[in-house]
């Protein structure tokens, strides 16, 4: 059995996130630095705010310099949200600021011609079909975002805002939900659970309703 190392650095209310882990039966230990990791199994990188302030704040708990390495050695990565967009290797929202360099692309302002942020539920279509998940065409997923990678050939879900935009990445070992799979419902909830179990995560002995 795998514990999910849950990365806490105040960047935002892990309290959703703990709740959907809890109500999925994932084993899970938060950690404000790299020695309170669990000693293997994923690691999940939340994130709200600011690209530049959450950098900051890995670099000052010694995550940043610590999560390409764990990375290189095996470790699945997940980020959601602002913790998907610094995966990337940059963001319009910080120029001048990398980013973990773990997917490519920068980050991109939403729009033009529509509301930032973008706040509420936008329908998914799959991009392209990953061992991870199940097929979410159709599936609606909460956002609250101003910024977003653009489609590549790592995109496995595209929704759309003023643009296409990428919903879900995957390259390697390390992927990445845009929405909040925690807060997006049965929908959510399972391509939570997929992805965590394909990183070989304790897979719960049931689905989530």
Not at 171 to 188: A, I, L, W, Y
Request: proline share 10%; with cysteine; net charge negative.
């Amino acid at each position: 059995m795998s514990t999910l190392t849950l990365i806490d650095y105040d960047a935002g209310n892990l309290a959703s996130l703990e709740g959907a882990l809890e109500r999925l039966g994932f084993s899970y230990v938060r950690a404000a630095s790299p020695d309170q990791a669990a000693a293997s199994g994923p690691v999940v990188l939340p994130g709200v705010g600011h690209f530049e302030t959450a950098q900051r704040s890995l670099r000052e708990r010694g995550w940043w310099s610590e999560l390409p390495g764990l990375v290189a050695g095996g470790r699945p990565l997940l980020g959601i949200c602002l913790g998907l967009q610094l995966l990337a290797e940059g963001s319009e929202e910080a120029p001048g600021i990398p980013g973990l360099g773990l997917i490519p692309g920068l980050v991109r302002r939403l729009g033009p011609g529509v509301k930032v942020p973008n706040m509420g539920w936008c329908q998914a279509r799959q991009a392209r079909p990953h061992p991870a998940l199940p097929d979410a065409s159709g599936a609606w997923l909460y956002f609250v975002h101003s910024y977003a990678l653009e489609p590549t050939d790592d995109t496995l879900l595209v929704a759309e805002h003023g643009r296409p935009f990428a919903a879900a990445e995957a390259r390697g070992s390390v992927m990445g939900f845009q929405p909040h799979p925690e807060k997006s419902g049965p929908d959510g909830l399972r391509l939570l659970r997929a992805a965590l179990t394909w990183m070989g995560a304790a897979a719960p002995e049931a689905p989530c309703s």
